[in-house]
């Protein structure tokens, strides 16, 4: 039977970073949630790369969360699932999480909401090269982070499982990593890695 524990974070505040540390991907699964969205949208002829899939119509993208959420309860084994709670685009949130998504993922064991200061998150924004990132003010951070916890709140309450917090500071790597797997041994019940 698979469990998820579902990680989110505005872009930019270093959860894919901290998702690919050697010491998680050796006792986790792990898996993004936006590759298999993108796969889905490219054989689609939506999209051609993954920003442009915040930008297609919401009809769409309910239909490629609908489609790509298929694909998520034939996964074993304790998995991290790397997604977004919301996505933003010109003042339109959009769920990245949706109940659709959750009712499939029914193992759903904990939520991680990995932030970081204003100013670390737009200086990685900066430094990605690989990715078409907006450097955003801090109000518009601001709403997005209320946004996304409020969206986790409300879902932790709803199915009556934890939601963990943790700061990614810049240059504490090894220490986040240590946060991560002690509240994903939690969540999945585990005595810690």
Not at 126 to 155: F, M, P, T, V
Request: cysteine-free.
């Amino acid at each position: 039977m698979p469990k998820f524990l579902i990680v989110i974070g505005s872009p930019g505040a270093g959860k894919t970073t901290i998702l690919s540390s050697r010491r998680i991907r050796e006792n986790y699964k792990v898996v993004n949630f936006g590759d298999i969205l993108l796969d889905i949208a490219i054989k689609k002829k939506y999209v051609t790369n993954r920003d442009q899939i915040r930008y297609l119509p919401h009809s769409i993208s309910t239909k490629l969360q609908t489609e790509a959420a298929k694909h998520v309860p034939k996964m074993e084994g304790n998995t991290i699932l790397d997604t977004h709670a919301s996505v933003e685009e010109n003042g339109r949130f959009s769920p990245g999480i949706t109940f659709n998504l959750l009712y499939v993922m029914k193992h759903t064991v904990g939520f991680v909401y990995i932030d970081a200061s204003n100013d670390e998150i737009r200086d990685r924004r900066r430094r990605d090269r690989k990715r078409k990132r907006e450097i955003e003010s801090d109000l518009i951070l601001d709403r997005q982070r209320s946004i996304n916890i409020a969206i986790l709140s409300y879902y932790s309450s709803s199915l009556n499982i934890p939601l963990y917090i943790i700061d990614n500071v810049e240059g504490r790597m090894k220490q986040t990593v240590s946060a991560f797997l002690k509240h994903a041994a939690d969540a999945f019940d585990e005595a810690e890695k």
